[in-house]
């Protein structure tokens, strides 16, 4: 009977203790797992940094290969040559827009012939006194007083009928005020009731010149003059002139000169509506169209 408690209790004794083993057993695995993880961050970390590392190297190499590149006097000689054709450029594009303007001065360059001077004299009507005569780019402007409104009309159609022009017009006919004339009596009956400008044009066709221009003191150009020939009463056009747009740098116009003369404001707000200059050609047109640099161009 004692002997089977014996037994008894030392099985009891070695479940004990197999429960201990078991558990002992356990956290050994998880530690053997834990311990696994941990290599393998070690080793994903190890090529990341390895990654990077090549990298950095790679990166540094370039940089030091760069700079190396950038203090070599080929590269040095280069940067030189690069700035002074920058510096040069406008001297170059004014070297350019003037070769391009005389181009188109020479192609329109020509001598009035007596004989026109002949024809106008010759139908010129009674009434009619020429107080004014210019000659310029192909046209023959007249100016003269009349004591008729319709003299000027008369010599328009004598003109037309001699075949000698391409083109006669009127610009204008205006009524003297004669009671704002500060003469005498016998002064007033002399003087003419009005005054009245022609245009004759001697040619089929005319040069149109179209420059953009820096507004400045000298007038930078900003491309080659376009020149183009138009025969007489056909219409000229120059579209997209609001803005000009050059090397990065945006230019908004500011005014426009055509033949000299500067265009009224109502005019410019009409070009700057409908983003055109335009106009018939009865003569030689030369439109210089001036820009300034817009806020914000570099």
């Known amino acids: 009977m004692t002997n089977k408690k014996k037994t008894e209790s030392a099985k009891r004794d070695m479940n004990f203790f ?3 083993t078991s558990s002992s057993g356990q956290t050994g695995s998880y ?3 834990i311990l696994l993880v941990l290599f393998g961050l070690l080793i994903l970390g190890g090529a990341i940094y390895a990654v990077i590392f090549l990298q950095t190297t790679t990166i540094k190499k370039d940089i030091n290969s760069l700079n190396t590149k950038m203090q070599s006097e080929t590269y040095q000689a280069e940067l030189v040559a690069y700035t002074d054709i920058n510096n040069n450029m406008d001297t ?3 070297q350019y827009y003037d070769v391009s303007s005389l181009f188109a001065k020479v192609e329109n360059k020509e001598k009035i012939d007596s004989k026109y001077m002949d024809t106008i004299y010759d139908n010129i009507p009674k009434d009619v006194v020429i107080t004014g005569f210019a000659y310029a780019d192909g046209t023959i402007n007249l100016s003269g007083q009349c004591d008729s409104y319709y003299s000027p009309l008369d010599m328009i159609s004598n ?5 000698l022009f391409t083109y006669v017009g009127i610009t204008d006919i205006t009524q003297v005020d004669i009671n704002s004339a500060s003469a005498t009596t016998a002064d007033l009956a002399l003087m003419k009731k009005f005054t009245f400008t022609i245009q004759c044009s001697l040619k089929s066709n005319y040069a149109v010149v179209i420059s953009k221009l820096v507004d400045n003191t000298v007038g930078t150009p900003l491309t080659a003059a376009k020149s183009q020939m138009l025969s007489v009463g056909e219409k000229y056009t120059e579209s997209g002139v609001n ?3 050059d090397n990065g740098k945006t ?9 000299n003369v500067l265009v009224p404001e109502a005019e410019l707000a009409t070009i700057r509506q409908n983003d ?5 050609v009865t003569s030689s047109v030369d439109v210089k169209l001036f820009y300034t640099l817009s806020n914000g161009g570099n």
Do not use: H, P
């Open 31 to 33: 530690v053997s797992f």
């Open 159 to 163: 003109f037309t009928a001699a075949k």
């Open 276 to 280: 055109s200059v335009s106009g018939l």
């Open 18 to 20: 197999s429960e201990f």
């Open 243 to 245: 803005t000009f747009t």
């Open 92 to 94: 170059l594009n004014q």
């Open 251 to 259: 230019y908004t116009l500011s005014r426009v000169i055509i033949n």
